[in-house]
Nanobody, 123 residues
Framework: QVHPVESGGGLVQAGGSLKLSCAAS????????MAWFRQALGKEREFVAT??????YYAESVQGRFTISRDNFKNTVALQMNSLKPGATAVYYC??????????????????WGQGTQVTVSS
């Protein structure tokens, strides 16, 4: 099992950057698929990015602006967010699963979730 804990959220102006981090306990972290999701107020949770081994996928809405990475020695996964837009305001969640399922864009494909960190982008 892994237990994700997010950090790094905050307030940033539109066009700015922010880096989120997710620390996940567990001796087998390196074998887990990891992902970031977000949920804006009043909206459904949506997929942002995932990384599993050398496989990386992004949501079309963040492609080219967000970068997901992981450090298996530190058991962390990061999300670098550049050129942020007000529409990116949401609670960002880190998720983990023992493998990368085909339905990875669905929250149901992920077994372990963090508590989330708030990102607010001001216009």
């Amino acid at each position: 099992q892994v237990h994700p804990v997010e950090s790094g959220g905050g307030l940033v102006q539109a066009g700015g950057s922010l880096k989120l981090s997710c620390a996940a306990s567990g001796r087998t972290f390196s074998g887990y698929a990891m992902a970031w999701f977000r949920q804006a107020l009043g909206k459904e949770r949506e997929f942002v990015a995932t990384i599993s081994g050398r496989i990386i996928y992004y949501a079309e809405s963040v492609q080219g602006r967000f970068t997901i990475s992981r450090d298996n020695f530190k058991n962390t996964v990061a999300l670098q967010m550049n050129s942020l837009k007000p529409g990116a305001t949401a609670v960002y969640y880190c998720a983990a699963n023992v493998n990368l399922r085909r339905d990875y864009v669905s929250g149901e494909a992920w077994d372990y979730w963090g508590q989330g960190t708030q990102v607010t982008v001001s216009s």
